[in-house]
């Protein structure tokens, strides 16, 4: 808890959502404000609800017309508000100042959050981490009109989802893997990955792309779709991706699915492995493929 906006523990895991809107003066004023802890998941730890900088008549119509856009969206007035707006900078450094690391939604609110408390090497994206959660309207917190988009339920949305990939990332941690595993380098656009050769994969995965790399080549959907491991391990696909793979110094077009939950940074599956004439030799621990010279020792 906070006594005169300190904190009293320290070095918890904090998850965060807020909704704010933009000033005429390029600034982003936060207007709810949610901080759930890992320690206590029945509700939020922490939360503002922020007064507007001056009457809402002082705004130009432009700035007007953004707010009532933003009312629509979430339901709380202009007037609404007990933390002062000049206020909030310090009192979420402070809040912040022993945790361990912040949970944010994305790198937008990311960038934003490092507005108030400044650059911080502990803030992480849950987007970055898998989280593709849809928000409900909420119909229980009072800061609102009508049940809208509020980032208290927004907050305990993430935390759960947060609790839950911590706890399947401790029973998968409990896993032995097998000690000699093969990885292949492979070139996409420039940035080479680790791939783990699945001769069990009927498809080649990847755990996550750039955003460009993404758009570039045209991400498909291919929603409530699912990829099968080796281990038989079923894991949900976001969408597949047509790349250029790279695998010595040859160039291969394949489907690749992108898979949140891979347990590697990419797999590379029996198709890849028909694609570039992949060959294997145990006993020496080499590999080559069908139309380029070279034998290479595997990395384990």
Same mark, same amino acid.
């Given at each position: 808890?906070?006594?005169?906006?300190k904190?009293?523990?320290?070095?918890?895991n904090i998850?965060v959502?807020f909704?704010?809107?933009?000033?005429?003066?390029y600034s982003y004023?936060?207007k709810?404000?949610?901080a759930v802890?890992n320690k206590n998941n029945?509700?939020?730890d922490f939360?503002?609800?922020?007064?507007?900088p001056?009457k809402?008549?002082?705004?130009p119509p432009?700035?007007?017309?953004?707010?009532?856009?933003?009312?629509?969206?979430?339901?709380? %007035?202009w007037e609404?508000?007990e933390t002062?707006h000049?206020?909030?900078?310090?009192?979420? %450094?402070?809040y912040?100042?022993?945790?361990?690391h +912040?949970y944010?939604?994305?790198?937008?609110?990311?960038? #934003?959050?490092?507005?108030?408390?400044?650059?911080?090497d502990? +803030?992480e994206c849950?987007e970055?981490?898998?989280?593709?959660?849809k928000f409900? *309207?909420?119909?229980?917190?009072?800061n609102?009109?009508?049940?809208?988009?509020c980032? +208290?339920?927004n907050?305990m949305?993430m935390f759960r989802?947060?609790?839950?990939k *911590?706890a399947? *990332?401790a029973?998968?941690?409990k896993v032995?893997l097998p000690?000699?595993?093969?990885?292949?380098?492979v070139?996409?656009k420039?940035r080479?990955?680790?791939?783990?050769?699945?001769t069990?994969? %009927?498809?080649?995965?990847?755990r996550k792309?750039?955003?460009k790399l993404?758009e570039?080549?045209?991400m498909?959907?291919?929603?409530?779709?699912?990829a099968?491991?080796?281990?038989?391990?079923?894991?949900r696909?976001e969408g597949?991706?047509?790349?250029?793979?790279?695998?010595?110094n040859?160039?291969?077009k394949?489907?690749v699915?992108?898979?949140?939950?891979l347990g590697?940074?990419?797999?590379l599956g029996?198709d890849a492995? *028909?694609?570039?004439? #992949?060959?294997?030799d145990g006993a020496?621990c080499?590999?080559? %493929?069908?139309r380029r010279?070279?034998?290479f020792?595997?990395?384990?």
């Amino acid at each position: 808890r906070l006594t005169n906006q300190k904190m009293i523990y320290h070095k918890r895991n904090i998850v965060v959502d807020f909704i704010g809107y933009n000033l005429p003066d390029y600034s982003y004023a936060i207007k709810e404000f949610s901080a759930v802890i890992n320690k206590n998941n029945s509700k939020p730890d922490f939360k503002l609800l922020v007064l507007p900088p001056y009457k809402f008549s002082k705004l130009p119509p432009k700035y007007q017309n953004k707010y009532i856009n933003f009312y629509e969206t979430h339901a709380i %007035t202009w007037e609404s508000g007990e933390t002062p707006h000049n206020n909030v900078a310090e009192i979420l %450094t402070s809040y912040f100042e022993n945790a361990k690391h +912040i949970y944010v939604r994305n790198t937008i609110q990311k960038k #934003i959050l490092e507005v108030f408390i400044g650059e911080r090497d502990d +803030i992480e994206c849950l987007e970055d981490l898998g989280f593709r959660e849809k928000f409900q *309207k909420s119909t229980l917190c009072d800061n609102h009109d009508v049940p809208s988009y509020c980032a +208290i339920n927004n907050s305990m949305v993430m935390f759960r989802w947060f609790e839950l990939k *911590k706890a399947r *990332k401790a029973s998968l941690s409990k896993v032995r893997l097998p000690e000699n595993r093969v990885f292949f380098p492979v070139s996409i656009k420039g940035r080479v990955f680790s791939a783990l050769l699945d001769t069990g994969a %009927t498809a080649t995965c990847i755990r996550k792309l750039d955003d460009k790399l993404l758009e570039a080549a045209g991400m498909s959907s291919s929603d409530r779709k699912s990829a099968t491991g080796a281990d038989g391990h079923v894991m949900r696909i976001e969408g597949s991706v047509r790349l250029p793979l790279v695998i010595n110094n040859e160039m291969v077009k394949l489907d690749v699915r992108v898979v949140p939950k891979l347990g590697y940074e990419m797999i590379l599956g029996i198709d890849a492995v *028909k694609a570039f004439g #992949i060959g294997l030799d145990g006993a020496s621990c080499t590999w080559w %493929t069908k139309r380029r010279p070279g034998i290479f020792n595997w990395d384990r």
